[in-house]
């Protein structure tokens, strides 16, 4: 039984518990059921609010995690190379990891206000620190050797030897680092939305609770559940396997 096939019956069997879960144990409005998520689904792709808002947080979200790859790679980088930046910078980036995102909504909306720039700034946060140490692990551990057999045969020490040895050496620990930040960053950008104005799945998500409309809570929860689990499996996966090839660290047959 091939893996697709095991997890349609999962879904299946997990679809008639629910439901048969929702008649037998009567959870009224408190969780809806699968037919009431279904409904809430079609009416909201419908009117267009569905759309909308999933649009619209991938816009910010995309912007937010191009933001952080670019910062966070870049502080890596100087951690992972400059001692006194590792033990200024470096320090007060392991510390602002540990604080949630969210934490810094109410400066960023007396900075900007509530507005998408607040919303991607704290997204940027969540995601920014974890880059930024995923990368300087990476560095960190690469082979000596390396870095030496590459200026033995000119690569120098500026660019050519960031690009071509160091981004490879340390592609195993960005990768983990970038599907870690991709998650922090979701996490951050529907925590900011459920606060800030505009389209977005963390604003619908607000109006559902205050409506008391849990059916459309949960089409929230499963888009962006399924969002998450197609950008790992149609990207970063496939991305991952095709740069291990590329950079020689797998075979194609075994990526």
Known sequence: MSTALRRTIFLIVLLIAWEA???????????????????????GLMDGNLLAATLGSIRRLLISFVISIVVGTTLGFLFARYRLVDDTIGFIVVALQTVPSIAWLPFAIIWFGLNDVAVIFITTLGATWTMALSSRTGIKNIPPIYLRAAQTMGTGTGARMFFQVMVPAAFPHMMTGLRVAWAFAWRALVAGELIAKGAGLGQLLQDGRNLGDTATMLCIVIIIAVLGTISDAYFFKRMEDKLLVRYG???????
């Open 21 to 43: 879960g929702f008649r037998i144990f009567d959870w009224g409005w408190k969780f809806p059921s699968v037919l009431q998520t279904l409904h809430a689904f079609r009416d």
């Open 249 to 255: 660290l797998a075979t194609a047959g075994k990526s």
